[in-house]
């Protein structure tokens, strides 16, 4: 891959939002012991015994977009619209929500991951269309149930206009958005991208992990957006912008599991060898690997899967953070998150949630892994 | 920069199972506008869709591959084995890491997740069945394909509304060009269901009977069905198998409206630069065009934009354009993979499909429609138009083999 550059960070998470915020977060190990499940504001879950979620905390979007054409918007939408103009004020592309120069719409563009879409649109109009009659639901809605409404609203209201792309490989999207990014950089398709994921809490989102026992098992749910801005290394050196880390390789891995009954599957091979993709991507070798930003989330099986394989290609004493101990399962957001603790990494924030290993005193290279719960896994390399 | 063959193409439609029964129904003229049949829309006042009705999931997928797929993906699976035949490869040659799935779709699975919200909204959170919640989810349609041909590269859903076809396809030419992956199987997949039916009515969006693109008393689209999928690989792993090519995928061009959600820009400033691109990005220049298979919806504000595209880029060379729209109606995030498919039969066939009940001529939409019967033409390059909700616009360009220019030699865009 040709490296490109990450030269913002835009956060709506449980523990801060903004760059600066979600840093000190990170580091705060005060927090990682009170881990921030809340009780849940999105939804009414008086029917769930202990609900709790790392939900954004008293997110308000008018602070950041004012509040005007926000009323039809769901939850989704507004994390994902607030982080895309965090990412991009943060990169210096925007200043007070205008495009700073040589920056402009048509060179600045949206690739963004999201597993589940909008459940709150589409159970919202499902009950509508049971309950009451299909001819009553509200069109003003309908657009929200769409898997890449979020997305297309990014460009609506950023004015980015050089191409918009959603992706949706679960828990590994948002590194794979990573690999989109790349392509239509390298191509000249757009001078600099917002690339990262959102999933937002819903109902239906915390019914299927509580019906499927995820969440005893350790696990809990977040929500959040992370939009990085990631652009051309000549663009950046253009425009003087900062250089918060680059992006060098990335690798990704599909495994099947043998038993044909089977759906859900934590594959250590698949992680295996999505991290030497990535590694021979980005023409480094396994020993110059300094640290591990994981998707390690309380899953166990997914949890031994994605240690061991990290393990085996980097060795036992890597050092190997979980940033999902503070900011819960965040899906199709999560590797956006991983990759925005990588950042702070090699920035000199150390993250409180270390699993295993200790990190050098400068950190040079981080690696971000994500495990698929289908058999399918992707890894991203960064550095200074 | 390599070169990037089609090799395979396989099409679950109204019209048809199979390349050969789908463009040769597309070549009459042939309607799959019918009553809807799998839920009751008479409510809405609107009853005709792109159903399919002679698709039975157990003629193309193992018991097991059934009971784990909603019917969107069976229908892509159909799809997959379809092209995999048609590119005369043994199914084993794709087993490994070389092999990537890009699947493009709008709602995936909508047939699970309204049996889990109707479940849940009649018997509350306890009547949710936990067999049937790892079914949901569009990340699955990929992961499905994979699963059952041995793929074990990338498994990527491209969510990209109504264009989602083309993004699969283009992406899938990008990881070949960027030599993440030998072989691509890509395409999309979309199924008739009830709350997008509903939301596309009370939108406006939908005409009461049947969908007349560019046609001056057009009344809008008609929802329909379907999956398309192709076999694209490396001109390399083609030649090395002795394949016999069908088509190459010249490049793609990608742009946003960032205007409004559902309407396109009005002086479709955007989908011009997406057509624009794809001519760059293939090398070529418009007067190459032959054929442009349109995004033709047949809504009002559609048409417009999209006739404005063709007299933009083409300025007074009127190209034929058509759309399939008016036979199989609206297939969603299938609707330009199916297109696609047809794209590549033009190509072969030099056939270029017909827009049936093209009536009266709309003044406002001055192109040259293949009006109601198919035409024989010069089928060297032909363009695929899609415009999709979100303001997305993907315009990707298809080719005879040896006519475009060396991928290596195209300069690439300076952004």
Known sequence: ????????????????????????????????????????????????????????PDFDPAKYLGDKGLRTLDRLTKLLVVATRLGATDAGLKKDNLYVPPA?????????????????????????????????????????????????????????????????DGNCGALDAIACADVHLANGRADAILVGGAEAASEALYLAFHRLGMLEAGAFLGEGAVMLAMERADFATKRGAKRLAEIVGFGTAFDAPENETQMIFASTDAMKRAIAAALEDASMRAGEVDVVASGVSGLKPFDMAELGAICDVLGEDVCVAAPKALVGETLGAGGAMALACAVGWLGGITPSAVQSGSAPDRVRTALVTSMGYYGNASAVLLRV | MKRVFITGVGVVSSIGLGRRAFFDALARGQSGITPVESFDAAPLGREFAGEIKDFKVEDHLTAAEARRSGRCSAMSLAAMRMAVADAGIAPE?????????????????????????????????????????????????????????????????????????????GFGVDLIRSGRADVVIAGAAEMLQQLQFSGFVRLGAVSPHRCQPFDLNRQGLIVGEGAGLLILESEAHAVKRNAAVQAEVGGYGLTCDGYHITRPHPEAAGSVGAMRRALEHSGIGPEMVDFVNAHGTGTRANDLAEAKVMSDVFGGRRVPISSMKSMIGHCMGAASALEAVACVMTLETGIYP??????????????????????????????????????????????????????????????
């Open chain 1, 1 to 56: 891959m040709t490296p490109h550059i990450i030269t913002g960070l835009g956060v709506c998470s449980a523990i801060g939002t903004g760059r600066e915020a979600f840093f000190r977060a990170l580091e705060n190990p005060t927090l990682l012991r009170n881990a921030p499940r809340r009780k849940v504001e999105s939804f009414d879950a008086s029917q769930y015994d202990d609900a709790a979620i790392a939900e954004v």
């Open chain 1, 104 to 168: 402009t719409p048509d060179g600045v563009g949206v690739v963004c991951s999201n597993a589940y879409g909008s459940l709150e649109a589409i159970t919202e109009l499902d009950r509508v269309a049971k309950l009451e009659d299909a001819r009553y639901i509200n069109p003003a809605k309908f657009p929200n149930t769409v898997a890449n409404s979020a997305s297309g609203y990014a460009s609506i209201w950023e004015e980015m206009r050089a191409l918009n792309v959603a992706v949706s």
């Open chain 2, 93 to 169: 040659k794709l087993r490994g890491p070389r092999t990537s799935v890009v699947l493009g779709t709008t709602m995936g699975e909508a047939d699970v997740i309204a049996n889990l919200d109707h479940a849940w909204i009649a018997g509350g959170h306890g009547a949710v069945r936990r067999t049937l919640l790892p079914k949901y989810g569009s990340t699955l349609l990929p992961i499905h394909l994979a699963r059952a041909i041995g793929a074990q590269g990338m498994v990527l859903t491209m969510p990209a509304a109504c264009a989602a076809g083309n993004y699969a396809i």
């Open chain 2, 354 to 415: 017909p827009t049936i009940g093209y009536e009266t001529p709309d003044p406002q939409c001055d192109v040259d429609v293949v009006a109601n019967t198919a035409r024989k033409g010069k089928a060297d390059v032909v363009l695929n138009n899609s415009l999709a909700f979100g303001g997305y616009n993907a315009v990707a360009c298809f080719a005879r083999p040896g006519v475009l220019p060396d991928p290596a030699q195209v300069k690439r865009r300076a952004a």
